[in-house]
């Protein structure tokens, strides 16, 4: 069992930031990957960034430039440096972990709304 406990959504303006965490706990050891998906209202959910366990990434070609994905060297947390963001960046965020058996395992979800 993997649990993970997200923090740092909010409300920001076009063109501001907000860096999200999540922190995982339990059976860190089966970790493989880490990262956050994402949800807009009458939309169906995508993934917004990876990093494995080696330290390799993965982001979406709309996010690509502007996010950036990073873990502690614990290694039991990770973040998500979000700038310049756009309107159509609102959404739910969901952190996520994939352990070795491809269980995935998921956060409560935060809300970030980029908004003027």
């Known amino acids: 069992q993997v649990q993970l406990v997200e923090s740092g959504g909010g409300l920001v303006q076009p063109g501001g930031s907000l860096r999200l965490s999540c922190a995982a706990s339990?059976?860190?050891?089966?970790?493989?990957?880490m990262g956050w998906y994402r949800q807009a209202p009458g939309k169906q959910r995508e993934l917004v960034a990876d990093i494995t366990s080696r330290g390799s990434t993965n982001y979406a070609d709309s996010v690509k430039g502007r996010f950036t994905i990073s873990r502690a060297s614990a290694k039991n947390t990770v973040y998500l440096q979000m700038n310049s963001l756009k309107p159509e960046d609102t959404a739910v965020y969901y952190c996520?972990?994939?352990?070795?058996?491809?269980?995935?395992?998921w956060g409560q979800g935060t809300q970030v709304t980029v908004s003027s």
């Open positions: 996520f972990a994939r352990i070795v058996d491809a269980n995935y395992y």
């Open positions: 339990g059976s860190i050891d089966r970790i493989i990957s």
